[in-house]
Nanobody, 120 residues
Framework: QLQLVESGGGLVQPGGSLTLACAASGFRYSAIGWFRQAPGKDREGVSSISSSGRNTKYADSVKGRFTISRDNAKNMVYLQMSSLKPEDTAIYYC???????????????WGQGTQVTVSS
């Protein structure tokens, strides 16, 4: 059964860190992406990881601050976020797809999302 479930969101102060987790059942041979959507804005790509975990992509806005990883033995994908900024506030989604991109339209199975709020 194909299922994606995010967890780990919450409230964090600017400059802080947070790790999101995505339980990705049935996606062993799929790329997994992390996306986010802030109020009033379009959904945007944050990062993605290939099925093997050997290749990763990042949006320019998060390069050097976020790290994506996956543990295929546990069917888990993680997004480690550090040096968080108020503009990182959004609902974060993980998604599965056949294309290794950070374009939301290339992904067809989505989780329900987890809220990340960066505020003092």
């Amino acid at each position: 059964q194909l299922q994606l479930v995010e967890s780990g969101g919450g409230l964090v102060q600017p400059g802080g860190s947070l790790t999101l987790a995505c339980a990705a059942s049935g996606f062993r041979y799929s790329a997994i992406g992390w996306f986010r959507q802030a109020p009033g804005k379009d959904r945007e790509g944050v990062s993605s990881i290939s099925s093997s975990g050997r290749n990763t992509k990042y949006a320019d806005s998060v390069k050097g601050r976020f790290t994506i990883s996956r543990d295929n033995a546990k069917n888990m994908v993680y997004l480690q976020m550090s040096s968080l900024k108020p503009e990182d506030t959004a609902i974060y989604y993980c998604a599965g797809g056949l294309k290794f991109t950070i374009t939301p339209g290339d992904y067809n199975i989505w989780g329900q999302g987890t809220q990340v709020t960066v505020s003092s």
